[in-house]
């Protein structure tokens, strides 16, 4: 059973910056598709970011392009988000997932194609 642990929100002020961490353990597969998710009060959830383990390409939603950073420590299977020049609208609870499958397009961004899913992290930024 895949289980997945993020942890390093928190709350910052509009500007600032935070590092998201995703370790994983349980895997049966020696490479995954991984992603961060968010979802804010009264939205739907939305793919922040999402990379293949692999190699190759790693995929960001346009709101977060060139502040955000993917990367993942295959030796210590953990994923992490670098979230720089944070914004009020970033604020959110912030879920790792994987899935065996990946795909570019709309695919990496949609919830239901990833089934494991750890519990959340909050990041609150205030302006």
């Known amino acids: 059973q895949v289980q997945l642990v993020e942890s390093g929100g928190g709350s910052v002020q509009a500007g600032g910056s935070l590092r998201l961490s995703c370790v994983g353990s349980?895997?049966?597969?020696?490479?995954?598709?991984m992603g961060w998710f968010r979802q804010a009060p009264g939205k739907e959830r939305e793919g922040v970011a999402s990379i293949y383990t692999g190699g190759g390409s790693t995929y960001y939603a346009d709101s977060v392009k060139g502040r955000f950073t993917l990367s993942h420590d295959n030796a210590k299977n953990t994923l992490y988000l670098q979230m720089n020049s944070l914004k009020p609208e970033d604020t959110a609870m912030y879920s790792c997932?994987?899935?065996?499958?990946?795909?570019?397009?709309?695919?990496?961004?949609?919830?239901?194609?990833?089934?494991?899913w750890g519990q959340g992290t909050q990041v609150t930024v205030s302006s």
């Open positions: 349980g895997y049966t597969y020696r490479r995954y598709c």
């Open positions: 997932a994987a899935s065996t499958q990946c795909g570019g397009g709309w695919y990496w961004a949609a919830p239901s194609k990833y089934p494991y």
